[in-house]
């Protein structure tokens, strides 16, 4: 089980910047890939920006050249600095996990955040 606490949401005026943060823990050794989706009550959550164990990263076309995912192996943390922000930024953002390895055995599960807010005024 991976347990997945995100901070850093608020009230941010468009332009503004915030960043969320992600504490992974639990009964791992490593994860796989870690990052962020965000969902609105109108639409389907969908993907801001994901970072691998090698640190590739992956950036929806929403975020890019705004966003900027970076991970903490040793701390198991992910964060997304978010600048510019939009009106339309407006969400829950919710830190994800897929895959992980304990003791030389790999999983792929799936975990989530319960999400944190971010409202972003006009």
């Known amino acids: 089980q991976v347990q997945l606490v995100e901070t850093g949401g608020g009230l941010v005026q468009a332009g503004g910047s915030l960043r969320l943060s992600c504490e992974a823990s639990?009964?791992?050794?490593?994860?796989?890939?870690i990052g962020w989706y965000r969902q609105t009550p109108d639409k389907k959550r969908e993907l801001v920006a994901i970072i691998s164990r090698g640190d590739s990263t992956f950036y929806a076309d929403s975020a890019k050249g705004r966003f900027f995912i970076s991970r903490d192996n040793a701390e198991n943390t992910v964060s997304l600095q978010m600048n510019s922000l939009k009106v339309e930024d407006t969400a829950v953002y919710f830190c994800?996990?897929?895959?992980?390895?304990?003791?030389?055995?790999?999983?792929?599960?799936?975990?989530w955040g319960n999400g944190t807010l971010v409202t972003v005024s006009p």
């Open positions: 639990g009964n791992f050794l490593r994860l796989n890939t």
């Open positions: 994800n996990s897929k895959g992980l390895w304990t003791t030389g055995v790999y999983y792929y599960m799936e975990f």
